[in-house]
Protein backbone atom coordinates (compact mmCIF):
# COMPACT_ATOMS: atom_id res chain seq x y z
CA UNK A 1 0.00 0.00 0.00
CA UNK A 2 1.37 3.64 -0.80
CA UNK A 3 1.97 5.85 1.75
CA UNK A 4 2.30 9.62 0.26
CA UNK A 5 2.33 12.70 3.00
CA UNK A 6 1.35 15.31 0.13
CA UNK A 7 1.16 19.32 1.02
CA UNK A 8 0.25 21.79 -1.01
CA UNK A 9 0.96 25.69 -0.48
CA UNK A 10 -1.73 27.62 -1.63
CA UNK A 11 -0.82 31.43 -2.58
CA UNK A 12 -3.27 34.32 -1.79
CA UNK A 13 -4.04 38.17 -2.37
CA UNK A 14 -3.41 40.41 0.00
CA UNK A 15 -4.76 44.33 -0.21
CA UNK A 16 20.05 35.66 13.92
CA UNK A 17 22.44 33.15 14.24
CA UNK A 18 22.30 30.59 11.50
CA UNK A 19 20.40 27.21 12.41
CA UNK A 20 18.76 24.98 10.23
CA UNK A 21 16.69 27.43 8.30
CA UNK A 22 19.82 29.16 7.55
CA UNK A 23 21.40 26.18 5.29
CA UNK A 24 22.51 27.50 2.36
CA UNK A 25 23.36 26.26 -2.04
CA UNK A 26 24.87 27.61 -4.26
CA UNK A 27 25.60 26.38 -7.94
CA UNK A 28 27.97 28.21 -10.45
CA UNK A 29 29.24 27.63 -13.70
CA UNK A 30 32.39 26.36 -13.18
CA UNK A 31 35.18 24.20 -14.88
CA UNK A 32 36.85 21.05 -12.96
CA UNK A 33 39.73 21.41 -11.16
CA UNK A 34 41.43 17.69 -11.31
CA UNK A 35 41.54 15.85 -8.76
CA UNK A 36 40.07 17.61 -6.25
CA UNK A 37 36.99 19.52 -7.65
CA UNK A 38 34.45 17.92 -10.07
CA UNK A 39 31.48 19.30 -11.06
CA UNK A 40 27.59 18.18 -10.60
CA UNK A 41 29.28 17.16 -7.36
CA UNK A 42 27.96 18.62 -3.86
CA UNK A 43 30.63 19.48 -1.72
CA UNK A 44 29.75 20.87 2.14
CA UNK A 45 31.72 24.17 3.19
CA UNK A 46 32.06 25.55 6.53
CA UNK A 47 34.48 28.66 5.51
CA UNK A 48 36.10 30.11 2.11
CA UNK A 49 39.20 27.74 2.50
CA UNK A 50 36.99 24.84 2.12
CA UNK A 51 36.43 25.73 -1.34
CA UNK A 52 40.10 27.11 -1.82
CA UNK A 53 41.11 23.31 -0.52
CA UNK A 54 39.52 22.12 -3.70
CA UNK A 55 41.27 24.29 -6.16
CA UNK A 56 39.16 26.99 -6.73
CA UNK A 57 41.08 30.26 -5.98
CA UNK A 58 41.04 34.16 -7.28
CA UNK A 59 43.96 33.33 -8.81
CA UNK A 60 42.75 30.04 -10.78
CA UNK A 61 41.42 30.25 -14.26
CA UNK A 62 39.52 33.84 -13.75
CA UNK A 63 37.49 33.06 -17.06
CA UNK A 64 35.64 30.53 -15.77
CA UNK A 65 35.81 29.99 -11.64
CA UNK A 66 36.32 33.05 -10.98
CA UNK A 67 32.96 34.27 -9.95
CA UNK A 68 32.18 30.67 -8.14
CA UNK A 69 35.16 32.16 -5.87
CA UNK A 70 33.83 35.85 -5.70
CA UNK A 71 30.50 34.42 -4.47
CA UNK A 72 31.51 31.98 -1.80
CA UNK A 73 33.50 35.06 -0.67
CA UNK A 74 30.94 37.12 -0.34
CA UNK A 75 28.76 34.37 1.55
CA UNK A 76 31.32 34.28 4.18
CA UNK A 77 31.73 37.75 4.31
CA UNK A 78 27.98 37.88 5.59
CA UNK A 79 27.40 34.65 7.09
CA UNK A 80 30.62 34.52 8.80
CA UNK A 81 33.37 31.30 9.20
CA UNK A 82 30.84 28.34 10.02
CA UNK A 83 28.27 28.56 8.08
CA UNK A 84 27.11 25.68 6.13
CA UNK A 85 27.33 26.30 2.68
CA UNK A 86 26.80 23.44 -0.17
CA UNK A 87 28.25 24.00 -3.05
CA UNK A 88 28.37 22.19 -7.11
CA UNK A 89 29.81 23.20 -10.16
CA UNK A 90 27.79 22.99 -13.28
CA UNK A 91 29.31 22.96 -16.70
CA UNK A 92 29.79 26.50 -18.81
CA UNK A 93 28.71 25.14 -21.58
CA UNK A 94 25.08 24.10 -19.86
CA UNK A 95 22.17 26.45 -20.03
CA UNK A 96 20.54 26.79 -16.17
CA UNK A 97 17.05 26.45 -17.86
CA UNK A 98 18.46 23.04 -18.91
CA UNK A 99 20.17 22.27 -15.69
CA UNK A 100 17.50 23.38 -13.02
CA UNK A 101 15.18 20.69 -14.69
CA UNK A 102 17.76 17.82 -14.66
CA UNK A 103 18.98 15.12 -12.18
CA UNK A 104 22.35 17.02 -11.34
CA UNK A 105 19.98 19.87 -9.76
CA UNK A 106 17.49 17.96 -8.10
CA UNK A 107 20.36 15.26 -6.25
CA UNK A 108 22.14 18.64 -5.17
CA UNK A 109 18.82 19.15 -2.89
CA UNK A 110 18.15 15.69 -2.17
CA UNK A 111 21.81 14.62 -1.52
CA UNK A 112 22.11 17.86 1.03
CA UNK A 113 19.55 16.47 4.05
CA UNK A 114 20.40 12.55 2.85
CA UNK A 115 23.50 12.58 6.25
CA UNK A 116 21.70 14.70 7.91
CA UNK A 117 17.91 16.36 7.45
CA UNK A 118 18.89 19.73 9.50
CA UNK A 119 21.50 20.16 6.77
CA UNK A 120 18.88 20.10 3.69
CA UNK A 121 19.38 23.30 1.42
CA UNK A 122 16.63 25.94 2.74
CA UNK A 123 17.87 28.41 -0.27
CA UNK A 124 19.62 28.16 -3.39
CA UNK A 125 21.98 30.40 -5.41
CA UNK A 126 22.81 30.32 -9.15
CA UNK A 127 25.32 32.33 -10.50
CA UNK A 128 27.23 32.76 -13.86
CA UNK A 129 30.70 33.92 -15.09
CA UNK A 130 32.36 36.70 -15.43
CA UNK A 131 30.84 37.93 -18.53
CA UNK A 132 33.60 39.48 -21.16
CA UNK A 133 31.73 41.41 -23.44
CA UNK A 134 28.59 43.35 -22.64
CA UNK A 135 25.08 42.70 -24.43
CA UNK A 136 21.85 44.89 -25.41
CA UNK A 137 19.96 42.15 -26.88
CA UNK A 138 17.67 42.23 -24.18
CA UNK A 139 17.18 42.91 -21.08
CA UNK A 140 19.09 39.67 -19.92
CA UNK A 141 20.84 37.28 -21.28
CA UNK A 142 17.78 34.67 -22.79
CA UNK A 143 19.16 32.36 -20.21
CA UNK A 144 18.19 34.33 -17.38
CA UNK A 145 14.30 34.78 -18.17
CA UNK A 146 14.12 30.83 -18.98
CA UNK A 147 15.44 30.01 -16.31
CA UNK A 148 12.95 31.88 -14.31
CA UNK A 149 10.38 29.83 -15.42
CA UNK A 150 12.25 26.52 -15.55
CA UNK A 151 13.54 27.07 -11.59
CA UNK A 152 9.75 27.67 -10.23
CA UNK A 153 8.52 24.40 -12.25
CA UNK A 154 11.16 22.64 -10.85
CA UNK A 155 10.01 24.21 -7.71
CA UNK A 156 6.49 22.70 -7.41
CA UNK A 157 7.81 19.39 -8.62
CA UNK A 158 10.42 19.11 -6.08
CA UNK A 159 7.88 20.54 -3.42
CA UNK A 160 5.27 17.84 -3.87
CA UNK A 161 8.30 15.63 -3.38
CA UNK A 162 8.96 17.37 0.47
CA UNK A 163 11.79 19.50 -0.94
CA UNK A 164 10.81 22.90 -0.49
CA UNK A 165 13.21 25.59 -1.17
CA UNK A 166 13.37 29.06 -2.65
CA UNK A 167 16.21 30.49 -5.13
CA UNK A 168 18.23 33.52 -5.49
CA UNK A 169 19.21 34.39 -9.86
CA UNK A 170 21.96 36.19 -10.89
CA UNK A 171 20.90 39.08 -12.97
CA UNK A 172 23.88 39.10 -15.10
CA UNK A 173 25.13 41.12 -17.85
CA UNK A 174 22.19 43.31 -17.61
CA UNK A 175 21.58 45.48 -20.89
CA UNK A 176 24.21 47.35 -21.67
CA UNK A 177 20.98 50.00 -23.35
CA UNK A 178 18.45 49.67 -19.98
CA UNK A 179 17.90 51.48 -17.33
CA UNK A 180 15.93 51.36 -14.22
CA UNK A 181 13.30 53.18 -15.59
CA UNK A 182 12.95 51.25 -19.15
CA UNK A 183 14.18 47.44 -18.17
CA UNK A 184 11.18 44.75 -17.50
CA UNK A 185 9.05 44.08 -14.89
CA UNK A 186 9.12 40.58 -12.86
CA UNK A 187 6.07 41.67 -11.24
CA UNK A 188 4.64 40.23 -14.26
CA UNK A 189 6.23 37.04 -13.29
CA UNK A 190 4.36 33.95 -11.72
CA UNK A 191 7.98 32.65 -10.42
CA UNK A 192 7.30 33.43 -6.37
CA UNK A 193 9.61 30.96 -5.09
CA UNK A 194 12.50 33.02 -7.23
CA UNK A 195 14.16 36.16 -6.93
CA UNK A 196 16.25 37.96 -10.04
CA UNK A 197 19.23 39.33 -8.28
CA UNK A 198 20.76 42.74 -10.55
CA UNK A 199 23.53 44.47 -8.24
CA UNK A 200 26.74 44.11 -7.91
CA UNK A 201 29.74 44.44 -5.56
CA UNK A 202 32.32 44.61 -8.00
CA UNK A 203 31.02 46.08 -11.43
CA UNK A 204 32.37 42.88 -13.30
CA UNK A 205 28.47 41.79 -14.42
CA UNK A 206 27.90 39.59 -11.93
CA UNK A 207 25.74 40.35 -8.91
CA UNK A 208 25.89 39.54 -5.18
CA UNK A 209 23.86 36.24 -5.02
CA UNK A 210 26.59 35.18 -2.72
CA UNK A 211 25.70 38.07 -0.42
CA UNK A 212 22.66 37.53 -0.22
CA UNK A 213 22.19 34.42 0.68
CA UNK A 214 24.63 35.15 3.51
CA UNK A 215 22.61 37.86 5.34
CA UNK A 216 19.74 35.15 4.66
CA UNK A 217 21.55 32.19 6.52
CA UNK A 218 22.08 35.00 9.41
CA UNK A 219 19.14 36.37 10.17
CA UNK A 220 15.89 34.63 11.93
CA UNK A 221 12.58 32.90 10.14
CA UNK A 222 10.81 35.92 9.02
CA UNK A 223 13.67 38.58 9.42
CA UNK A 224 13.68 41.24 6.44
CA UNK A 225 16.55 41.24 4.28
CA UNK A 226 16.78 44.73 4.07
CA UNK A 227 16.00 45.28 8.14
CA UNK A 228 18.17 48.38 8.49
CA UNK A 229 18.55 47.45 12.60
CA UNK A 230 21.03 44.68 10.83
CA UNK A 231 23.33 47.39 9.91
CA UNK A 232 24.99 47.88 5.93
CA UNK A 233 26.19 44.94 3.85
CA UNK A 234 29.77 44.63 3.49
CA UNK A 235 30.73 46.13 0.44
CA UNK A 236 31.94 49.36 -0.49
CA UNK A 237 31.14 49.93 -3.89
CA UNK A 238 27.55 48.58 -6.04
CA UNK A 239 26.95 48.31 -9.34
CA UNK A 240 24.18 47.44 -11.38
CA UNK A 241 24.79 44.68 -13.68
CA UNK A 242 24.88 46.14 -17.20
CA UNK A 243 29.17 46.72 -16.60
CA UNK A 244 31.83 44.46 -17.43
CA UNK A 245 35.50 44.87 -16.24
CA UNK A 246 38.29 45.39 -18.40
CA UNK A 247 41.49 43.88 -16.93
CA UNK A 248 44.89 45.38 -17.95
CA UNK A 249 45.71 43.12 -21.05
CA UNK A 250 42.17 44.26 -22.11
CA UNK A 251 41.87 46.81 -25.02
CA UNK A 252 40.21 50.22 -24.56
CA UNK A 253 37.75 51.52 -27.05
CA UNK A 254 38.54 54.79 -28.55
CA UNK A 255 35.67 56.67 -27.18
CA UNK A 256 34.14 54.76 -24.54
CA UNK A 257 33.89 56.20 -21.38
CA UNK A 258 35.89 53.63 -18.29
CA UNK A 259 35.22 54.08 -14.42
CA UNK A 260 37.98 53.25 -11.92
CA UNK A 261 37.43 51.26 -9.57
CA UNK A 262 39.42 49.30 -6.51
CA UNK A 263 42.47 51.51 -6.43
CA UNK A 264 44.11 53.65 -9.02
CA UNK A 265 45.37 52.84 -12.81
CA UNK A 266 47.56 55.23 -15.14
CA UNK A 267 46.27 55.77 -18.26
CA UNK A 268 47.93 58.65 -20.80
CA UNK A 269 50.10 59.91 -18.45
CA UNK A 270 47.54 60.47 -15.94
CA UNK A 271 46.82 58.67 -12.45
CA UNK A 272 43.02 58.33 -12.03
CA UNK A 273 41.44 57.52 -8.45
CA UNK A 274 38.71 55.38 -7.73
CA UNK A 275 35.44 56.82 -8.61
CA UNK A 276 36.99 58.86 -11.57
CA UNK A 277 35.95 58.45 -14.33
CA UNK A 278 37.76 58.92 -18.32
CA UNK A 279 37.02 58.76 -21.87
CA UNK A 280 40.01 56.91 -24.33
CA UNK A 281 41.42 58.66 -26.94
CA UNK A 282 43.45 57.59 -30.15
CA UNK A 283 46.45 55.88 -29.67
CA UNK A 284 45.99 54.78 -26.00
CA UNK A 285 44.01 51.48 -25.60
CA UNK A 286 45.23 50.33 -22.83
CA UNK A 287 45.96 51.07 -19.21
CA UNK A 288 48.65 50.04 -16.10
CA UNK A 289 47.91 50.44 -11.96
CA UNK A 290 50.32 50.26 -9.38
CA UNK A 291 48.06 48.12 -7.12
CA UNK A 292 44.60 46.45 -7.29
CA UNK A 293 42.80 49.00 -9.42
CA UNK A 294 41.02 47.86 -12.64
CA UNK A 295 38.59 50.17 -15.32
CA UNK A 296 34.86 49.07 -15.73
CA UNK A 297 32.83 49.92 -18.99
CA UNK A 298 29.64 50.62 -18.66
CA UNK A 299 28.90 51.38 -14.54
CA UNK A 300 25.82 52.77 -13.63
CA UNK A 301 26.77 52.94 -9.35
CA UNK A 302 24.07 52.43 -7.39
CA UNK A 303 25.00 55.71 -5.26
CA UNK A 304 23.80 57.50 -8.84
CA UNK A 305 20.70 56.43 -8.94
CA UNK A 306 17.96 58.58 -8.90
CA UNK A 307 15.15 58.28 -6.31
CA UNK A 308 12.90 57.83 -9.12
CA UNK A 309 15.31 54.94 -10.38
CA UNK A 310 15.16 53.33 -6.78
CA UNK A 311 11.61 52.98 -6.75
CA UNK A 312 11.07 51.57 -10.16
CA UNK A 313 13.36 48.87 -9.36
CA UNK A 314 11.64 48.28 -6.47
CA UNK A 315 8.06 48.41 -7.88
CA UNK A 316 9.56 46.06 -10.80
CA UNK A 317 10.47 43.24 -8.26
CA UNK A 318 14.07 43.25 -8.53
CA UNK A 319 16.54 42.24 -5.37
CA UNK A 320 19.15 45.02 -5.33
CA UNK A 321 20.97 46.94 -2.56
CA UNK A 322 20.70 50.92 -2.33
CA UNK A 323 21.36 53.61 0.38
CA UNK A 324 18.84 54.40 2.78
CA UNK A 325 18.91 58.89 3.64
CA UNK A 326 21.17 59.40 7.00
CA UNK A 327 22.96 55.96 6.73
CA UNK A 328 26.21 54.88 5.26
CA UNK A 329 26.59 52.09 3.43
CA UNK A 330 24.04 50.16 1.34
CA UNK A 331 21.53 48.35 2.38
CA UNK A 332 19.06 45.74 0.10
CA UNK A 333 15.92 46.32 -0.70
CA UNK A 334 13.63 44.07 0.44
CA UNK A 335 13.51 40.05 -0.78
CA UNK A 336 11.26 40.32 -3.68
CA UNK A 337 10.39 37.68 -5.48
CA UNK A 338 9.64 37.08 -9.29
CA UNK A 339 5.67 37.84 -8.78
CA UNK A 340 3.39 40.75 -8.27
CA UNK A 341 3.52 42.69 -5.18
CA UNK A 342 -0.06 41.79 -4.11
CA UNK A 343 0.96 38.15 -3.90
CA UNK A 344 1.64 36.48 -0.11
CA UNK A 345 4.55 34.75 -1.85
CA UNK A 346 5.73 38.35 -2.99
CA UNK A 347 8.83 38.17 -0.75
CA UNK A 348 11.36 35.55 0.04
CA UNK A 349 10.74 36.45 3.46
CA UNK A 350 7.03 34.89 3.61
CA UNK A 351 8.56 31.81 1.14
CA UNK A 352 11.38 30.75 3.81
CA UNK A 353 8.23 30.66 6.92
CA UNK A 354 6.22 28.70 4.20
CA UNK A 355 8.89 26.09 3.67
CA UNK A 356 10.01 25.77 7.00
CA UNK A 357 6.58 25.17 8.30
CA UNK A 358 6.25 22.75 5.06
CA UNK A 359 9.39 20.79 6.37
CA UNK A 360 7.96 20.78 9.46
CA UNK A 361 4.30 19.25 8.90
CA UNK A 362 6.23 16.67 7.40
CA UNK A 363 7.98 16.04 9.73
CA UNK A 364 5.27 16.12 12.36
CA UNK A 365 3.03 13.49 10.41
CA UNK A 366 6.32 11.46 9.34
CA UNK A 367 5.98 10.82 12.83
CA UNK A 368 2.75 9.05 12.82
CA UNK A 369 3.94 6.86 9.64
CA UNK A 370 2.45 3.57 10.78
CA UNK A 371 0.27 4.82 13.89
CA UNK A 372 -3.63 3.64 14.50
CA UNK A 373 -5.99 6.06 14.26
CA UNK A 374 -8.32 6.08 16.71
CA UNK A 375 -11.92 6.62 15.46
CA UNK A 376 -15.47 7.74 17.05
CA UNK A 377 -17.43 5.15 16.75
CA UNK A 378 -20.51 6.75 16.68
CA UNK A 379 -19.77 9.29 13.54
CA UNK A 380 -17.29 7.47 11.77
CA UNK A 381 -14.46 10.35 12.11
CA UNK A 382 -11.32 10.70 13.57
CA UNK A 383 -11.57 10.71 17.54
CA UNK A 384 -12.10 14.59 18.54
CA UNK A 385 -10.01 13.97 21.26
CA UNK A 386 -6.78 12.57 19.38
CA UNK A 387 -6.88 15.33 16.60
CA UNK A 388 -7.41 18.14 19.44
CA UNK A 389 -4.37 16.46 21.10
CA UNK A 390 -2.26 16.28 17.98
CA UNK A 391 -3.32 19.93 16.69
CA UNK A 392 -1.93 20.87 20.04
CA UNK A 393 1.06 19.45 20.09
CA UNK A 394 1.68 21.31 16.86
CA UNK A 395 0.40 24.56 17.87
CA UNK A 396 0.30 25.59 21.12
CA UNK A 397 3.44 25.66 23.74
CA UNK A 398 7.00 26.56 24.08
CA UNK A 399 7.73 22.89 21.74
CA UNK A 400 5.12 23.60 18.98
CA UNK A 401 6.33 24.59 16.26
CA UNK A 402 4.16 27.96 16.03
CA UNK A 403 5.02 29.07 19.63
CA UNK A 404 8.57 29.92 19.16
CA UNK A 405 7.86 31.66 16.02
CA UNK A 406 5.11 33.50 17.42
CA UNK A 407 7.39 34.37 20.42
CA UNK A 408 9.68 35.64 18.31
CA UNK A 409 8.09 37.96 15.92
CA UNK A 410 8.83 35.82 12.90
CA UNK A 411 4.42 35.43 12.32
CA UNK A 412 1.63 36.92 13.97
CA UNK A 413 -0.07 33.88 14.56
CA UNK A 414 -0.46 30.10 13.24
CA UNK A 415 -2.09 26.89 13.46
CA UNK A 416 -2.72 23.81 11.74
CA UNK A 417 -5.93 21.83 11.53
CA UNK A 418 -6.99 18.10 11.17
CA UNK A 419 -9.94 17.76 8.46
CA UNK A 420 -10.32 15.21 6.39
CA UNK A 421 -13.95 13.00 5.77
CA UNK A 422 -15.21 10.12 7.62
CA UNK A 423 -12.54 7.42 8.67
CA UNK A 424 -14.91 4.64 7.54
CA UNK A 425 -14.63 6.68 3.60
CA UNK A 426 -11.09 7.41 3.58
CA UNK A 427 -8.57 6.74 6.68
CA UNK A 428 -5.71 9.15 5.93
CA UNK A 429 -5.95 12.31 7.79
CA UNK A 430 -6.13 15.61 5.89
CA UNK A 431 -4.84 18.86 7.25
CA UNK A 432 -4.75 22.64 6.83
CA UNK A 433 -2.21 25.33 7.84
CA UNK A 434 -2.58 29.16 7.90
CA UNK A 435 -0.64 31.54 8.64
CA UNK A 436 -0.81 34.99 10.19
CA UNK A 437 2.28 36.67 8.63
CA UNK A 438 3.89 40.32 10.20
CA UNK A 439 4.08 43.12 7.67
CA UNK A 440 7.72 44.36 6.96
CA UNK A 441 7.66 47.77 6.67
CA UNK A 442 8.58 49.25 2.89
CA UNK A 443 7.78 52.45 1.42
CA UNK A 444 6.31 55.16 4.37
CA UNK A 445 4.49 58.41 4.00
CA UNK A 446 4.07 61.12 5.85
CA UNK A 447 3.52 64.81 6.16
CA UNK A 448 4.81 67.94 8.02
CA UNK A 449 2.54 70.87 8.71
CA UNK A 450 2.43 73.86 11.36
CA UNK A 451 -0.73 73.42 13.23
CA UNK A 452 -1.86 76.17 15.88
CA UNK A 453 -2.33 74.05 18.93
CA UNK A 454 -1.01 70.45 19.46
Avoid at 166 to 180: C, E, H, K, Q
Avoid at 316 to 336: I, M
Avoid at 383 to 408: C, H, M, R
Wanted: net charge negative; with cysteine; proline share 4%.
Amino acid sequence: MEHVISITAVDTTLGTPQDNIGIMGLISKAVAVAPTFALDTPYLLTQLSDLEALGITAAYDAANNLAFHQQVSEFYTEAGTGALLWVQGCSTATAYAEYVTGSAFYNFIQYSGTADPDNLIRMVGLCYNVPATQQSAADFPADVSATITALQTTYASMYQDGFPWSAILDGYNMSSTVNPATVGSMATNTAFAVSLCVTSTLGNGVSQVGMALGRYARIALGRGIGNAADGAVSQVTAFLTNSIIIPTTGTLVVGSTYYVSNGTVLYNGVTYQTGKTFVAVMGFTSYTTADTGYLILGATPVQNLTPAYVKQLGQKQYLFVTQLKGKSGFYWNDGATCISQTEAFAFQEYNRIVNDATLAALNFWTNEHGDDLPTDVATGDLDPVWVNTKQNEFNIGSNSYFGPLVSAGSIVAGQMLITGPGFATNPNPQFSISIVRKSIIGNITGTVQYVSTL
